[in-house]
Nanobody
């Protein structure tokens, strides 16, 4: 069994900052890319930021320069530092990990989501 658990969401004023954390645990052989996605009401889930096992990063245009993704591969954790938050960043944020359980068996695992609300 593999678990992916997020933490750190909440309510913040426009211009504020939040830090999201995600940890993968369980019967893990290897974690490949990890990323953060978000889904706002009435919209499709979208990629926010991703980071490979080698540390290469990718960001949505809407968050470039404001969000930073990082990971601790030894602990199977990924962090999303969010700054200069805008009301349009309001969404449920989901952590995703591409995880190998054993050779030849890998899948995408998702967390339960954490709510981020940006409002005055």
């Amino acid at each position: 069994q593999v678990q992916v658990v997020e933490s750190g969401g909440g309510l913040v004023q426009p211009g504020g900052s939040l830090r999201l954390s995600c940890a993968a645990s369980g019967s893990i052989s290897r974690v490949y890319a990890m990323g953060w996605y978000r889904q706002a009401p009435g919209k499709q889930r979208e990629l926010v930021a991703a980071i490979t096992s080698g540390g290469s990063t990718n960001y949505a245009d809407s968050v470039k320069g404001r969000f930073i993704i990082s990971r601790d591969s030894a602990k199977n954790t990924v962090i999303l530092e969010m700054r200069s938050l805008k009301p349009e960043d309001t969404a449920v944020y989901y952590c995703n990990g591409r995880i190998r359980i054993t050779i030849g068996l890998e899948s995408d695992y998702w967390g339960q989501g954490t709510q981020v609300t940006v409002s005055s």
